[in-house]
């Protein structure tokens, strides 16, 4: 697959775990994560590059690596897909994963068909992100943990959407790039 794997997390354990597993499903590159710069300059080589989450106890501690990414100016690494990988089905970690931007958690069993699946998902296919002055990252909107209060949806202020390919030769292409604000009361 010519994309490269960033693992993110601790590079034991959980991390050890991540790593064989992409080198297993033929990502052309998997390395531990080390940077926006770095993931700059591999996004030359490889237009897409995912960023694969190890299990860590808090969850919120990848915060600041989402924010990162999700916040780049490069398109490429800005738009990369985001994935955790959580060891229990927790809906407190899932809500925290897609508040932060995460385009997709995994939970186990880590099989290599049912992540091959996942990751391909990724690529190919229209997706849609939004971005508020707090959040970038896919619309999960019709998530069973979405917000449940009309101050928690992308109602009722200025927001952009814009609606991505992921292509593993050319990259990230924005479809379609609209600005909203709400009406003035």
């Given amino acids: 697959m010519k994309a490269a794997a960033y693992i993110v997390g601790p590079m034991d354990g959980p991390g050890a775990a991540l790593m064989d597993l992409a080198r297993r499903l033929g990502f052309s590159a998997v390395l531990p994560y080390a940077g926006v710069a770095q993931a700059e300059q591999q996004s030359v080589r490889t237009p897409v590059c995912y960023f694969l989450f190890a299990a860590v106890p808090d969850v919120g501690a990848l915060r600041g690596v989402a924010e990162a990414i999700r916040f780049c ?70 998530r069973v943990t979405g917000p449940r209060r009309a101050a928690e949806t992308r109602a009722g202020g200025q927001f952009r959407r814009l609606e991505i390919v992921r292509n593993l030769l050319t990259g990230v292409n924005v479809v379609r790039d609209d600005s909203y604000m709400a009406p003035a009361g």
């Fill in 73 to 142: 100016p490069s398109r490429r690494v800005r738009f990369s897909p985001l994935i955790y990988f959580s060891e229990s089905p927790s809906i407190e970690t899932i809500t925290r994963c897609i508040n932060m931007g995460f385009d997709d958690v995994i939970t186990m069993p880590f099989t290599r068909s049912r992540v091959a699946e996942r990751i391909d998902r990724q690529v190919g296919q229209s997706h849609v992100y939004y971005e508020t002055p707090g959040y970038f990252g896919p619309d999960r909107r019709d």
